[in-house]
């Protein structure tokens, strides 16, 4: 994008050039649905049966990540990501949204474990498991790290972060908490909402509601880390901050959905029936 450099005639200096403006993002077409893992005749898991009306959680035991790594101008910087708080965080807001986690007891098998790893993809901040009686979630801190130093020169230069309020830090440890928050939520059987309808995590996409209205904030189950910074920082039309990475109204019930169909829920999906000019908000496969 060109850049307009304003020359002050009455001054010997130049004005400071105009910070490039990223391109508006339409929004995603997922602010109809939520999407979450089915089973076979289309319907969302039950995971409250699956898990025998216990929900619980294991962190891995890790200290501060830190690591220089070299930024756009070619020198080193450190980052440094505290990640068991922050996962704890994420793991408190989903108990928010009404579901029943708690810790792992002394020889009780748990039902998300979430730990950190290599990954094969520089690309994944993180992986989800869900093929077995435990779901497995992994966080790569190197990636987050180093995708931290990719975007956070863009994410300021174009207003979507200020750096006078949010350092390079801060902003790994938002990016740290969003990846998170993402994969408890693929641990909790949602799905990208933004996908294509086929296979992911080895199992059917069943739509399970359509939105109660236009959400203000973008879905945390969104893909793209960065598209989700930018749909955030259009919708709240201020620099995004640390409170703002968050589940949204959508994710809340839709976890709600995979780990109870119980008579309210089902309630909700009647009622966004009657709502929505499609005459169905549930569709199999």
Same mark, same amino acid.
């Given at each position: 994008?060109?850049?307009?450099? %304003? ?38 898991? !039950? ?23 070299a930024g756009q101008d070619g020198r080193s910087v450190s980052v440094q990501i505290n990640a068991r708080p922050?996962?704890?965080? &994420?793991?408190?807001?989903?108990? &928010? ?5 708690? &810790? ?9 474990r979430i730990g950190y790893g290599t990954l094969a993809l520089p690309s994944a901040l993180g992986w989800t ?27 300021? !230069? ?31 059987? %949602? ?40 749909? &955030? ?53």
């Amino acid at each position: 994008m060109a850049v307009t450099m %304003l020359v002050l005639l009455s001054t010997a200096s130049l004005a400071q050039p105009i910070p490039p403006t990223p391109r508006p993002l339409p929004p995603p077409a997922d602010l109809t649905s939520v999407k979450g893992l089915g089973n076979a005749d289309g319907t969302p898991l !039950r995971l409250q049966q699956k898990w025998d009306g216990e929900l619980t959680f294991e962190i891995a035991p890790m200290g501060q990540y830190v690591e220089g790594i070299a930024g756009q101008d070619g020198r080193s910087v450190s980052v440094q990501i505290n990640a068991r708080p922050l996962i704890r965080d &994420a793991l408190a807001e989903w108990t &928010a949204a009404g579901l029943p986690l708690r &810790a792992v007891s002394p020889g009780e098998t748990p039902s998300l474990r979430i730990g950190y790893g290599t990954l094969a993809l520089p690309s994944a901040l993180g992986w989800t498991n869900v093929r077995g009686p435990v779901h497995e979630v992994t966080l790569s801190l190197r990636n987050i790290a180093r995708k931290a130093v990719r975007l956070y020169g863009d994410m300021t !230069r174009q207003g979507v972060i200020d750096s006078r309020q949010v350092s390079l830090n801060d902003f790994a440890a938002m990016l740290t908490s969003l990846t998170a928050l993402h994969e408890i939520g693929h641990g909790l059987g %949602l799905l990208h909402p933004d996908a294509p309808s086929g296979d992911e995590l080895g199992a059917r996409i069943v739509t399970l509601l359509g939105a109660i209205q236009h959400p203000l904030q973008p879905s945390i189950m969104i893909g793209d880390s960065q598209v989700f910074f930018t749909l &955030a920082h259009q919708a709240l039309g201020r620099p995004v901050g640390p409170g703002d990475i968050r589940l949204n109204q959508r994710d809340r019930i839709g976890a709600r959905i995979m780990w109870n169909r119980n008579a309210a829920h089902l309630l909700i999906l009647r009622q966004m029936q009657c709502a929505l000019p499609s005459p169905s908000c549930i569709a199999s496969q």
